[in-house]
């Protein structure tokens, strides 16, 4: 089933470093579209700063420089299986888990995101996470991760509201 699936393989869809291009996609209204980012949430949750379920979380991002495809699939299904399979000690506080290409003619480079329903920092739940991860990219044969780095995801409730209120005056 996983094979079958368009976002099984990110290396067909990201940044082709052979073609030195982003491979495009017919979208809405005949406009072409890349693809620069794949995302595996719970039900429900969208992967904004502004969805209830986010906001107050925190994530942890790495970045990982010049992988190749083999690389960046087996990452990516290794990556699914254990948030699906809920194999990390985070996965009580995971909301989802987002790859995104930062890839150009000049240097390719990957960005993985965990998004947490709450803050972690600094707890024994972070620092086993940290040894999952590193175990996770060396049995994937990649040899440059970044160290992780933790954000608190703060929304100002003014900021979403008056959001929501000029999405609504657009629809309306």
């Known amino acids: 089933l996983w094979n079958s699936l368009p976002h099984s ?20 209204e005949e406009k072409w579209k890349t693809i620069e980012t ?7 949750i969208h992967p904004s700063f502004e969805d209830e379920h986010n906001n107050g979380g925190g994530g942890i991002y790495y970045v990982l420089d010049n992988l190749d495809q083999n690389q960046i699939d087996l990452l990516w299904l290794s990556l699914s299986a254990a948030v699906v399979g809920e194999d990390f000690s985070i996965s009580p506080k995971l909301n989802g888990v987002r790859i995104a290409d930062k890839c150009s003619e000049h240097r390719c480079m990957h960005r993985l995101e965990f998004w947490l329903d709450s803050d972690i920092d600094k707890t024994d739940m972070y620092d086993s ?12 044969n990649i040899k440059t991760m970044s160290q992780p780095l ?13 959001k929501e209120r000029r999405e609504e005056e657009k629809n309306s």
């Open 9 to 28: 393989t990110p290396s067909e869809i990201f940044y082709n470093p052979i073609e030195r291009m982003h491979t495009k996609f017919e979208g809405e």
């Open 38 to 44: 794949l995302c595996l949430f719970k039900s429900g």
């Open 129 to 140: 996470f940290k040894n999952q991860m590193l175990s996770l990219v060396m049995d994937s």
């Open 150 to 162: 933790y954000k608190i995801h703060k929304v100002d409730k003014k900021d979403s509201k008056d």
